[in-house]
């Protein structure tokens, strides 16, 4: 009797997967809840366990293939009765194995005679001779030679005064270069022609060829999909500001060991900016809100989500409540949730229910950008490089750690106005970060 491996609810609007990898080949015996073939939602990837223990008897659905909710993958078999004819193989084999055939037994002596004569030719063993090498000089007289070797024949090649000078500058090697003086005499001009020389083409068309055609994962798929409907759906417009980081910047660095070794946790940017863009949030309702059909839905509560990249693309998964938390429980959040991300363990749950985005490009060097909507939300922070610049600074012109900060928003419920008094709020409050701790 066999049990169906099924494919299980994926999640929330999720109806069907890719088959991404199985764990196990037919055959293969299993013990219930062991994964044993990878999915690939839209979204995230999700491992399907054995129903019972057993052997995979038979595998339904091939690796790439789109399978629905309740679809049958494979089987799984009980391994008693995979039992019974193995005995009866392993005993053939044996068979086999010790059975000596009769020509072995005809002429003992002449084969034993042929056995004396190759050991007393064979030369010595390999092992005497590797002993002998590393009893040589070390490997390091090898690259002395070959310097030597180098510089002989550079001193072999006859050189033009205009040509020696640029070689002992620039230390060029004149081994491979053949003058087009008389009697071969490396001239100037040798020295130029060479810039003329094209590069060989890239190693990754060596390998692949001029062109690659590699499939789109279902999470690639579903990305450009999602974003290319907000881009279609919404009326999109950015906002940009700049907010001098050297207050957070000299908190951090006044804190951060005391608050790591308090809380176990390391005080980044990101607690600051969550809580600034909470205080925001709660100034301007809109852009913590969405559109569903011909109404707006306002927030009250202030589920983050927070941008992370990853090998297999952009995921977005959600600090929950994070106007209830402190600096550590957001910090601890955004930790914990990028490793699950990167680690591939994210969960359906992690993912949804977000009501405002912050997305950090600035760890990737981005100066600016203009973030794109992550529907149905209605509005995206976009953070950016830390760059030292020179800012006037109560009539003094001071170097500062700046950053550029843009807010995308969906210009169809949420005004120019709010959205710019949005950003100074931010803004305000990450020059003043101690002010947060006061909730003023």
Known sequence: MSNKIIVPALGESINEATVSKWLKNEGEEVVADEPVVELETDKVNIEVPAPVNGIIAKINVAVGETVNVGAELGSVGSSENNSKTTPKKIKKIEEKIYTPPKVQSEQPKKVSNKINQTVKQEPAPLILDTEEKTNEAPALVLSEVYEDKKKQSQSEKILSPAARKIIEERNIDVSSIEGSGKNGVILKQDLLSLMGIKPEASQRRQTHGPEERVRMSRLRLTIAKRLKEAQNSAAMLTTFNEVDMHGVISMRNDYKEEFQKKYATKLGFMSFFVKACIQGLKNYPSINSEIQNDEIIYKNFYNISIAVGTDKGLIVPVIKNADEMSFADIENSVADLGKKARDGKIVIEDLQGGTFTITNGGIYGSMLSTPILNPPQSAVLGMHNIVERATVVNGEI???????????????????????????????????????????
């Open 398 to 440: 001071l170097i500062r750690p700046m950053m550029y900060l843009a807010l995308s928003y969906d210009h169809r419920i949420i005004d120019g106005k709010e959205a710019v008094s949005f950003l100074k709020i931010v803004k305000e409050y990450l020059e003043e970060p101690r002010r947060l701790f006061l909730n003023l």
